[in-house]
């Protein structure tokens, strides 16, 4: 891979709206990232493995629990330093920044808004150092959109309960040490469990054959009669709005994170087309050229603005879940559609991995599916501003 030459584009100024802890906390990631992430990815991408040696390093820059409170092992940052940290990630690459929102936003935040204090002073210090690794079991092989329809289940048993069912497409799944799965009681009420590796029937096969996220390991998590002490269960929030509150924190670090996806793109499509010669001068100079570079960096500015307010509202804890939903869906497919013309400005060069943008158009690929698909976000916002439910 071609040697990681990364520079930000910052059209609007924008640095000036950060304060000097926000430029800090990026510029470190930013230097992890060139330095620890950039030169080993395609490698690990073209392997289908996840990198583990970079686990300290997420954990040094604060991706694990940036806003979680100093006293549980978190860096105790505020909403926008979390984003730009997601953004500096996922310029390395999205399935790093996926392994860092899932141990952050699905299994960091519900322990630590939804736990009860001794689960908080178990897990939250091993999660934060990156000891433990987390997973978050939601989605099942028969309701991805609609998990409200989950099968997975628990029953009261007296001195534990006993857990049943199975999890699909779950993110860390094949190394986790812990997993945040939800499951209904036998009311039909969600509710959050704990499970630990080694539990008597429990199981994480990895899924093979991913052409998107190869960095990042995925798989099932399985329950066949899983004995989970009645201390596991997060008692402070059941219902699905328990589940979903942690997406919203998940996809707002994606709002952010695909932004630096995005400007990768256009920063090695901008550097390329300016070394490029064909026709006597470099290709930048073309005006079919200069059309899509205008275009990327106009619409990179508009999702950094998005996101930029979208922090605001989250600091002030006033971002709603359409707010982000509306923030996630437009960034993840601006930076798509940026990929895809950058992959084109090229040329065969693009198709390899001596660059870096057919990775990032791949990976992509899965996030603009997860967390939520593009569809399900557009009818979020259509319900936010109609009050009517289009989504059944
Ligand atoms: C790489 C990867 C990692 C993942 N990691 C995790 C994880 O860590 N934890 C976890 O729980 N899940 C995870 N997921 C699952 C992910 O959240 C789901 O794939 C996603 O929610 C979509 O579910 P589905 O794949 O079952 O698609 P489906 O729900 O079957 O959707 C198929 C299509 O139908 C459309 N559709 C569905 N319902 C409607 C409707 N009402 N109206 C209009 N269109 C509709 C969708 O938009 C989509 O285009 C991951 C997925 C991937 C690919």
Redesign the pocket.
Known sequence: MKPDLFEAPDYYNLDDLFTDEHKLVRDAAREWVKRDVSPIIEEYAQRAEFPKQIINGLAEIGAFGPYIPEEYGGAGLDQISYGLIMQEIERGDSGVR?TAS?QSS?VMYPIWKYGTEEQRQKYLPKLASGEWMG?????EPDH???PGGMTTNFKDMGDHYLLNGA?L???NSPFCDVAVVWAKNEEGRIHGLIVERGMEGFSTPETHN?W??RA?A?GELIFQDVKVPKENLLPNKSGLGAPLGCLDSARYGIAWGAIGAAMDCYDTALRYSKERIQFGKPIAAFQLQQKKLAEMITEITKAQLLAFRLGQLKNENRASSAQISMAKRNNVEMAIKIAREARQMLGGMGITGEYSIMRHMMNLE?VI????????HL?ITGLDITGLNA??
């Open positions: 996926s899932v699905l997973s978050f079991g939601l989605t991805g959109s609609n999890k497409w779950i993110s991913k998107s996220l990042s995925t899965s599916t997860y967390e939520g698909t593009h569809d399900i009818l989504f059944k």
